[in-house]
C-alpha cells in the first residue's frame, strides 16, 4: 500500500467541477473548495512552473528543466510542484534520479470553466 | 478631480490578456499581473460575492443585498468588494446612499481564456 512508485499525496479533484459561478450561487463549500485551487495558482512562479511545463515536450518537465528558466533554487521550485501536484494541476512521477512532472489540462479547464460566464449553451456576449 | 462619483480606484485591465497560459511560456511580467488578479479571486468569500453578484438581476447588487446571504459585516463585505473592484471584476457606483456592483463578465472571461488550455482554434482534447 505504500509501494506506489510516485508520492502524489492525494489524487484529488481539482475544483468543485465545474458549474460557472455567475450561473448559481456559489455554496460556502464550492466556495472554499474553488479558493483552494485557486490559492494554489494564484502565485507568479507557480504560474510561470504550469506554463513551462505546459509548453515543454510533452507537458512533461523534469525539476531540473524548470530551475534555469526560472531563476529559483531546486528546494523553492519543488515546493511550488508540491503545492501545484497537491492541488490536482500536476501529476508526479520518479524517473531514475529526477521527478518529472505533467500537467492535467483537464485541471486548468475545470477552473476556466468555473470563472467563465460563458455556459456550453451560450453564445459569446 | 475628486468629484467623480464613483470610487473605482483604477479601471486596470484585469489580467495580462488573454494568451492562454499553456500556449507559450508566461514572461515574468505577465505572470506577475495574473497572480494579482487571481489572488482576488482566490478567496471563499469573493468568490462567492462574484456568484452572488453574478446571478442578481442585471447582475448588479447593492452591499445591503450582500451581507445577509454570506453572514458578514458590512465593513468585511465592502473590503472583500474593494479587493474585487481594484482587479477590474466589478465596478462601483453610488446611487443614492448606496453603492451598488457590478459584474464586469469580460474580467471573468479573460481568467478563464488564460488558464484553459484550449486555445480558440483547438478542439476539445
Known sequence: ???SRTLEPTPAPATACCAPLTGAPLSAE???ALARTLKAVAD???LRLLSLIATH???SACVCDLTG???LSQPTVSHHLKVLTEAGLLTREKRGTWAYFTL???AL???AAVLSSRT???APA
Chains 1, 2 share one sequence.
Open 109 to 111: 479547464d475545470a477552473l
Open 57 to 59: 515536450e510533452g507537458a
Open 120 to 122: 456550453p449553451g451560450n
Open 30 to 32: 464550492a466556495a472554499a
Open 104 to 106: 492535467v489540462p483537464r
Open 44 to 46: 507568479p512562479a507557480r
Open 1 to 3: 500500500m505504500a509501494t
Open 69 to 71: 528558466p526560472l531563476g
